[in-house]
Structures are given as structure tokens and as C-alpha cells.
């Protein structure tokens, strides 16, 4: 058989491959559009055009791609140009894996979930392709799990709650009396209960965004000083671990070591949900790095983008874990990680808040070295920023209004 082949004209093999490669993309359910590095579509696959509902403009060849492909936020909310994941990945050439928008058919009268993948390839004549997943089932089966587990999570708090309280008094000298035997099996108890505790707190976090409870409330801020105070919080714990905890500058690889905290940046955040983010990003590094280390956190505008990194110089990710992290229940498993308590959730739930507000997040890492997680989120400008603001505030007044009628019904008459 391998002889057979050998002995073909490489032409025919050529063309045979060519015609099993147009078939594939033919028949498969994803949609597939190829376009130069310009945006220009060079090639789109029937599911492409079916899911698009572009047929309209005939096979789409030679349009622009933002033509064909438009896209919403997962919520249905309009994206800016700066925010735009697909416009980013295709203008700045930074891949794209599995981001869930909504696709906003051609007549505009659909809106489907797709997950968005853009594998850029270097140079030629087709250099960018965009793959796109209908995702409406995975994410109501999705939805229907998430719903299920946060109301499980919710409900076995309590007891839970319950239990470490106990095995607390059980522990206390002035409350119970044990012999040195049952202490420790009592610590040991404990331990368990604090972390199913928190297993139950991440699994509660990680659900609120997949079944639709929780949505970003989003609102104008200075980006230096609104991260400055939340890493305030954690300059505590991070002594108590004897480490080096730092704001203000980078010792990543890749970004130059500049100190730019006079720099003034607005974004258009969720503030809980940077809580969330940097709480998790901080508290990972003050776990996975060795006392008498460093921590360094930084913030700075990086053209329509603000970037903030958490470096650290702890036990660092390994290739091949590097890829998973952010994954649901993953951790690394590893002499370092074995002794370190965990849930596997933390970056997962960071992974979807910085999605939630339009932005990426990422890890780079030298195992043994140390680790940088960057968080990119859409800039705004000063003007916009205070456009915003007054929007904002007008927007509370009105709520504070609403409220103080739905109060007080008989407008102060008792
Ligand atoms: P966990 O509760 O296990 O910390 P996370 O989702 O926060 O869960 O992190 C997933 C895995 O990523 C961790 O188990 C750890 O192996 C790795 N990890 C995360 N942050 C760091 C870090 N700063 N340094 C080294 N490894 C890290």
C-alpha cells in the first residue's frame, strides 16, 4: 500500500489531498471562513454561509469578513471596536481559542451562541482562519448543570458551615477537653471541613455567571488606583508569608520593566468582578511561591488596552500544564502543587469575569522560575470616561429615586 503510494505522481497525491480537504470542509458542521491578512474572505465553507444567512451576497469571496461575521458579547451587548475579541485577534494577529459571543446573522434577525476560534497563520495569501461552533445546546445543557450544582453548593453550605464550627469548639481548649490522639484527628476533620467549605463557596462563584444570576455591572474607573486598593488587601497576607510584595513594577520577560503608575487609565469595569480576579490571581501567588520570593503587580495602558500582570517568582507552570489551567477542576500535578490546598477553580472563574468584561486573560510561566498572569481589558479614553461617569451618576440618581418612591409610596404623607 505505502509502495503504491510512493510510486504515484505527487501531483495526483496533491489533488487527491486537496479534494479530501474540500470535502471535510464541505461536510463539517463548524463554520470555516479564510481570510488574508487584510480581512479579505478567501474561502468560506457552506456552514459558514448557512449559519451567517450571508447566502444573500453569494458565496461571500472577496468581502470583508466584518460584513459576514458580526458579533455580540455572550449577554447580546453591542461591542466597541476596542472590545471586540474577533476585531483584535484579526487586526493585532493574537489567536483566539473557543471564545463564546453571539453571531448576529446577515439580516440581523438571529442572534445564535458560537464559540469563536482565529488561528493566525504567518504571512500568504490566507493567513487568518475563523472557525465558529454552534454552542446553543452545550450552553442550555450547560446552564441546566450550573443551576443544578449552585443549588446544591448553596444548600450544603450551611451544614457544612456547621460542622467546622464544631470541630472549632472541639478544638478549643477552653471549650472542650481531648486527648492528644483525638486532636489530631480533629485538626484533620477540620481541615477537611474549611476546604469543602471553600469547594463549595468556588463551585457557587464559578456557577453564578453560567446560569444567567449574575450579570457585570459595569462602571467608569480609574484603573491604577481601583487596583491599588484591592491589592492593598493583600499586602497582610503576603508579609505573613515572607514575601516581597510590590506595586508598580514588572520583572515579566516580555513587557519592559517600566514604572508607569503615574500613568492615568480608565476602563469600564465590573469593580466585584476585578475583586474576584485579582483576589484570585494574588492569593495563587502568594500560595505558589516560596517564602522570601517576590510578588510584583503592575498597571499600565497598552494602546486602546490596560494591562495588568501579577508576577511572581514562585514554583512556575510547566509546559504542558500551561495549556489547562484556566480549565474547570484543573490543577498541576506536581511535588510543589501535591502539598498546596486547592479547588482547581480559581482561574477558571478569573478566566470568565475578565471574558464577562470583553477582556483576555493569559499566563506565561518558566517552570521553576516563576510565573506572569496578564489580564487585558478594553481602555476608554478621558473624554469617554467622563461621558460615562455622568451617565453613571445620572443612572444612580434615577435608581435612588425609584427607590425612595417604591419606599414610600404616599411621597412622605402618613
Ligand atoms: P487552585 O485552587 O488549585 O489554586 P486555580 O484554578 O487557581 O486552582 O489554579 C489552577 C492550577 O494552576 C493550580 O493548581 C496550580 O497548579 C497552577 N497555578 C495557578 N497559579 C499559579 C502560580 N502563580 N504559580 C504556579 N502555579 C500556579
Known amino acids: 500500500m505505502s509502495l503504491l503510494k510512493r510510486n504515484k505522481p505527487v501531483n495526483n497525491e496533491a489533488n487527491s489531498d486537496n479534494t479530501l480537504a474540500k470535502m471535510a470542509l464541505s461536510n463539517i458542521h463548524d463554520g470555516v471562513i479564510i481570510t488574508d491578512k487584510s480581512g479579505i474572505i478567501k474561502f468560506a465553507n457552506p456552514a459558514a454561509i448557512s449559519m451567517t444567512e450571508c447566502s444573500g451576497v453569494g458565496n461571500a469571496i472577496g468581502l470583508d469578513y466584518a460584513l459576514v ?13 476596542a472590545e471586540n475579541p474577533l476585531i483584535r485577534a484579526m487586526k493585532t494577529g493574537q489567536s483566539l481559542e473557543n471564545y463564546v459571543v453571539c453571531l448576529v446573522t446577515c439580516p440581523g434577525t438571529k442572534r445564535i451562541p458560537i464559540a469563536l476560534s482565529v488561528i493566525v497563520e504567518d504571512g500568504g495569501e490566507a493567513s487568518r482562519i475563523i472557525t465558529f461552533r454552534n454552542v446553543t445546546k452545550e450552553l442550555a445543557e450547560d446552564s441546566e448543570k450550573a443551576d443544578f450544582i449552585s443549588t446544591a ?28 490522639r483525638a486532636k489530631g484527628y480533629l485538626t484533620a476533620a477540620h481541615n477537611a471541613s474549611q476546604h469543602l467549605g471553600r469547594l463549595f463557596k468556588d463551585l457557587l462563584d464559578a456557577t453564578k455567571l453560567e446560569d444567567g444570576h449574575v450579570h457585570p455591572h459595569f462602571e467608569p474607573v480609574e484603573m491604577v488606583g481601583t487596583i491599588k486598593q484591592i491589592i492593598d488587601g493583600y499586602a497582610m497576607a503576603a508579609k505573613n508569608a515572607k514575601l516581597n510584595y510590590q506595586f508598580g513594577s514588572n520583572r515579566s520577560k516580555s513587557v519592559s520593566e517600566v514604572r508607569k503608575l503615574d500613568q492615568v487609565v480608565y476602563g469600564f469595569i465590573d469593580v466585584n468582578f476585578m475583586r474576584e480576579i485579582m483576589g484570585n490571581l494574588i492569593e495563587n501567588a502568594i500560595k505558589y511561591t516560596p517564602a522570601g520570593g517576590s510578588i510584583y503587580i503592575n498597571v499600565r495602558g497598552d494602546g486602546d488596552r490596560v494591562l495588568i500582570n501579577v508576577t511572581d517568582t514562585g514554583i512556575g507552570i510547566s509546559a504542558d500544564d500551561i495549556h489547562h489551567i484556566f480549565q ?26 475578565v471574558e464577562a468584561m470583553g477582556g483576555t486573560v493569559w499566563a506565561e510561566s518558566a517552570f521553576g522560575e516563576g ?7 478594553p481602555r476608554i479614553t478621558g473624554e469617554e470616561y467622563e461621558k460615562r461617569m455622568i451617565a453613571f451618576r445620572n443612572a444612580a440618581l434615577a435608581q435612588n429615586n425609584v427607590n425612595q418612591v417604591n419606599n414610600n409610596p404616599n411621597g412622605g404623607i402618613q
Open 153 to 180: 453548593s448553596h444548600e450544603m453550605r450551611t451544614p457544612v458551615a456547621s460542622i467546622e464550627g464544631y470541630l472549632s469548639l472541639a478544638l478549643n481548649p477552653q471549650t472542650s477537653t481531648i486527648d492528644e
Open 371 to 377: 510565573s506572569t498572569f496578564y489580564v487585558s481589558l
Open 69 to 81: 461575521l458580526r458579533i455580540e458579547s455572550k449577554e447580546g451587548r453591542e461591542y466597541s471596536p
Open 328 to 353: 474547570k477542576f484543573y490543577r498541576s500535578d506536581n511535588s510543589d502543587t501535591r502539598t498546596i490546598g486547592g479547588t482547581g477553580l480559581g482561574l477558571y472563574i478569573v478566566k470568565q469575569r
